[in-house]
């Protein structure tokens, strides 16, 4: 059923029912509703190995430039 003032069998009545089927996980942004740790994400970490200037960080998957920019902070 539709919220209020949403007539049945309209299009913001099928995006409504649309919606609500998806999982509130999905909807809530990538890292809500999830039993995964909530460490950065792997744009993040880019974002921050480009600011520390680290070199091949464009080639990196998401545990290199973790390790690169977490050394780079402690030493």
Do not use: C
């Amino acid at each position: 059923m539709p919220p209020r003032g949403v007539k049945k069998g309209t299009k913001r009545a099928r995006q409504y029912e649309h919606v609500k089927d998806v999982s509130s996980g999905r909807r809530g942004g990538i890292r809500s509703g999830t039993s995964r740790a909530k460490g950065r994400t792997r744009d993040q970490l880019y974002r921050e190995a480009r600011r520390m200037n680290i070199s091949g960080r464009s080639k990196m998957n998401k545990a290199q430039p973790q390790r690169a920019v977490d050394s780079r902070k402690r030493g």
